[in-house]
Each structure stands twice: as C-alpha cells, then as structure tokens.
Nanobody
Framework: QVQLVESGGGLVQAGGSLRLSCAAS????????MGWFRQAPGKEREFVAA????????YYADSVKGRFTISRDNAKNTVYLQMNSLKPEDTAVYYC?????????????????WGQGTQVTVSS
C-alpha cells in the first residue's frame, strides 16, 4: 500500500505559476508510475499528467501540454507538478495518484491509490 499527501495548492492570478508536490510513503516509490488528475466543480475527474517509474517518460493532457511539467524525485519519494501560465479553467482540486497494480513502465496505467487533493484556484 501507499499513502499520498499533496501540497502546494492555493490562489493565483491568471498567468501565474504554482508547484504542487505529492509525498508518498509505504511501498518503494521507484517501483510505480505516478499521475496527476483534477476535478473542477460539477465536472468529472480528468487526467492531467503521468510519469513513468524512472521519470524518463511523461504524458500530458492536451489542455495542459506546454504549460505543465510533471517530474519526480525518487530519492525524496515525491512527485511534482509545475504549473505555468495558469488559466481560470485550471481551477480544480488536484489529486496525485499511484499505479501499484499494473507494473507496467508504459501506459496504460491503472491508478489505484489517491491522495486527498489540493485546491488550485486561478482568478481572472
């Protein structure tokens, strides 16, 4: 099992930046892929980004490509989401997730552990 704790959310003006962190504990961090998802009010949760176990491969939703960067530090058991050029439509609760099931290096991943989420609000 794994426990995930997100941090770094907050209120930012459009065009600004935030860096989210997700600290993992439990199973060895370098053995599973990680991802970020978000859920806006009244909408379904959607995929934002994912990263392979070594960090060598990253994947993004089209809506954030070129603005967001996912990375991981396996020595610190932490995954990050650097968010630049934020837009009001990026407002959501952001969740990190871990794939402990599939054991695959490449997608598709099966994210089965989730953090509690951190709120990101972008004002216009």
């Amino acid at each position: 099992q794994v426990q995930l704790v997100e941090s770094g959310g907050g209120l930012v003006q459009a065009g600004g930046s935030l860096r989210l962190s997700c600290a993992a504990s439990g199973r060895t961090f370098s053995t599973y892929a990680m991802g970020w998802f978000r859920q806006a009010p009244g909408k379904e949760r959607e995929f934002v980004a994912a990263i392979s176990v070594t960090g060598g491969n990253t994947y993004y939703a089209d809506s954030v490509k070129g603005r967001f960067t996912i990375s991981r530090d396996n020595a610190k058991n932490t995954v990050y989401l650097q968010m630049n050029s934020l837009k009001p439509e990026d407002t959501a609760v952001y969740y990190c997730a871990a794939d402990l099931t599939s054991g695959t290096y490449y997608p598709p991943y099966e994210f089965d552990y989730w953090g509690q989420g951190t709120q990101v609000t972008v004002s216009s």
